[in-house]
């Protein structure tokens, strides 16, 4: 088990080069810790913290308001994720986001229609939440046994809201998967929007299974960690409404997510063609303007993303920092596909054609000192994004561990690849997803980042 220091989430810090909030000198005056540990701790780059500055961080904690005595220092800490579907279990909230298209016959006169291949991958990644891609049976108690064969589970409860479902599968049916009760206090991982993210336990500083007075001190078995709060969003795709209003509407939706103080989690379905949230992520990771075209680039090394889409003729064509149809001036991108960039700076391409060649992408960024995770993924046609779903499904663990790491944050993105035998009734293949390709998978090399981020100032 691995724990991050939650500092930064629990007084609201961002790292923004172009200010200074003043919230590290307000540490330091207050506690008289070093200015260097504060940021660090900050950060959650700090190899370690004396117990002595953790006592002065708990008291400025409570004096400023940020948390109430009973919360600490469980508050202060998070568990970090061991594998891949735990970067979205390991939540209080999972927001699913996905693009809507819009149709203008009269027979469908409520217009707005989700493609079935963005259906098949919010199923697979449900059932990869839920189950942690299968191995929640294979999760036994911290120094306890297996349940007995048999062993009737206890019921779940659940309530629904606006948009919003509380858990998913409840904590109580997966806790039964596992032969351990569900938390009797469920209000201690959900306690204000300073409590600690699940796995913690306020007062008892419980983190998936370790206590104050040692690992399995007085506990039973594992908690299987799952969000407690569910909520899908719905935005425009490209081309079903007037690009302002669908930018608009994904800018509220992406704004909206930022503002949550819980643990969080956010999966953006499909690229910016379909998606328009995707664009913000990538933006935000990257650190460049949303919704502008980089054609004109006169080299492929300006580019400010390692990942660019070639769209088709016929795909919509958004202004996009990651899209276009030229990747620059000094590079060939005739043809249509995912081109991303190698560690010697070269570009190379994987197409998606009728011949059985296709391709799909798979990106996050996770900073664990502010407990937030942003993932875009998707398939460069629906047949990839079906494929898409089944290779999360069987091999989750190639996109595990992330690529890149620095500064806090995790960053994963790789290229899936795919060839095929081209069907015979293309219709057909439109429906199935049992489909079981060997894809090859390419995790996009460290140097890429590391050209393209800076240390954040303090």
């Not at 508050?75 to 994720?81: R, W």
């Given at each position: 088990m691995r724990l991050s220091l939650r500092l930064a989430k629990l007084v609201h810090y961002t790292p923004d080069k172009n200010k200074r909030p003043g919230i590290i000198k307000a540490i330091v005056d207050a506690t008289g810790l070093d200015r260097h540990l504060v940021s660090n701790l900050l950060r959650n780059v700090a190899r370690g913290i004396p117990l002595d500055a953790l006592s002065r961080l708990c008291e400025f904690l409570v004096d400023h308001g940020y948390c109430s005595p009973d919360q600490l220092p469980g508050?202060?800490?998070?568990?970090?994720?061991e594998q891949f579907w735990e970067l979205l279990a390991r939540r209080q909230r999972l927001e699913l986001c996905v693009g809507v298209r819009s149709a203008e016959q009269p027979e469908w006169p409520e217009r707005a229609w989700v493609v079935a291949s963005d259906a098949v991958l919010v199923g697979e990644l449900l059932n990869g939440v839920s189950t942690l891609g299968g191995t929640t049976q294979l999760r036994v108690g911290i120094g306890g046994d297996r349940p007995a064969v048999g062993t009737k589970p206890p019921a779940a409860d659940s309530k629904s809201g606006s948009g919003e479902t509380s858990g998913g599968r409840g904590g109580d049916e997966l806790a039964a998967e596992s032969g351990e009760s569900a938390s009797p206090d469920a209000a201690s991982d959900n306690a204000g929007d300073a409590g600690a993210p699940s796995g913690f336990q306020a007062g008892g500083f419980q983190a998936g299974g370790f206590q104050a007075g040692g690992v399995g001190a007085g506990a039973s078995a594992t908690r299987i960690p799952h969000p407690e709060h569910m909520r899908q969003s719905l935005v425009w795709s490209p081309g079903a409404e007037p690009s302002e209003t669908a930018i608009e509407r994904a800018r509220q939706v992406y704004d909206d997510f930022g503002k949550s103080r819980q643990e969080k989690a956010?999966?953006?379905?499909?690229?910016?063609?379909?998606?328009?949230?995707?664009?913000?992520?990538?933006?935000?990771?990257?650190?460049?303007?949303?919704?502008?075209?980089?054609?004109?680039?006169?080299?492929?090394?300006?580019?400010?993303?390692?990942?660019?889409?070639?769209?088709r003729?016929?795909?919509?064509?958004?202004?996009?920092?990651?899209?276009?149809?030229?990747?620059?001036?000094?590079?060939?991108?005739?043809?249509?596909?995912?081109?991303?960039?190698?560690?010697?700076?070269?570009?190379?391409?994987?197409?998606?054609?009728?011949?059985?060649?296709?391709?799909?992408?798979?990106?996050?960024?996770?900073?664990?000192?502010?407990?937030?995770?942003?993932?875009?993924?998707?398939?460069f046609s629906g047949r990839a994004t079906r494929l898409?779903?089944?290779?999360?499904?069987?091999?989750?663990?190639?996109?595990?561990?992330?690529?890149f790491s620095a500064f806090g944050k995790q960053f994963g993105a790789y290229v899936v690849k795919y060839?095929?035998?081209?069907?015979?009734?293309?219709?057909?293949?439109?429906?199935?997803?049992?489909?079981?390709?060997?894809?090859?998978?390419?995790?996009?090399?460290a140097a890429v980042f590391q050209r393209r981020l800076k240390q954040e100032e303090s």
């Open positions: 508050a202060l800490f998070g568990v970090e994720a956010l999966v953006c379905l499909g690229s910016m063609k379909s998606n328009p949230v995707a664009e913000l992520v990538m933006a935000a990771a990257f650190d460049c303007q949303p919704f502008q075209s980089q054609d004109g680039l006169a080299r492929a090394a300006e580019r400010a993303c390692p990942l660019f889409l070639r769209y003729d016929r795909d919509p064509h958004p202004d996009s920092c990651w899209g276009g149809t030229r990747l620059a001036a000094d590079v060939e991108t005739s043809a249509p596909g995912i081109y991303y960039e190698q560690a010697d700076g070269t570009w190379a391409h994987c197409g998606s054609d009728e011949s059985g060649q296709d391709v799909a992408f798979v990106f996050y960024v996770n900073c664990e000192p502010q407990g937030w995770m942003e993932m875009v993924v998707g398939g898409l779903a089944k290779t999360l499904a069987s091999r989750a663990e190639h996109f595990w561990p992330p690529t060839s095929l035998p081209r069907e015979s009734d293309h219709r057909q293949d439109l429906l199935r997803t049992d489909v079981h390709i060997d894809p090859t998978i390419i995790p996009l090399d």
